[in-house]
């Protein structure tokens, strides 16, 4: 069982920068694959960034490339999601995500956990 929580999010004014943090806990981080996706009202929840386990290669949703950047701190059991130069388009609720066992996944239901969520608003 893998118990996950989202801090960080908030209210930022377009073109700034939030980090988001998701503490893990009940496995290390280094053995299982860690996702953010996000919901926006009215849509489905998408894949934004995803960080593999083992060596740690990063992979991304075209929309957060360049911009969004997701890596890991496993003495600290913790994955990070920052986000420059957000856009009122970014404006959703974020969700960590893991995946045992399992690399590359963008598909939400290839990920066996999830967490509660945290709000992310960029005002125009």
């Known amino acids: 069982q893998v118990q996950l929580v989202e801090s960080g999010g908030g209210l930022v004014q377009a073109g700034g920068s939030l980090r988001l943090s998701c503490a893990a806990s009940?496995?290390?981080?280094?053995?299982?694959?860690m996702g953010w996706f996000r919901q926006a009202p009215g849509k489905e929840r998408e894949f934004v960034a995803g960080?593999?386990?083992?060596?740690?290669?990063?992979y991304y949703a075209d929309s957060a490339k360049g911009r969004f950047t997701i890596s890991r701190v496993n003495a600290r059991s913790t994955v990070y999601l920052q986000m420059n130069s957000l856009k009122p388009e970014d404006t959703a609720v974020y969700y960590c995500?893991?995946?045992?066992?399992?690399?590359?996944?963008?598909?939400?239901?290839?990920?066996?956990?999830w967490g509660q969520g945290t709000q992310v608003t960029v005002s125009s």
């Open positions: 960080i593999n386990w083992g060596a740690g290669s990063t």
């Open positions: 009940g496995r290390s981080i280094s053995t299982i694959t």
């Open positions: 995500a893991a995946a045992v066992l399992r690399r590359g996944v963008v598909d939400r239901a290839e990920y066996n956990y």
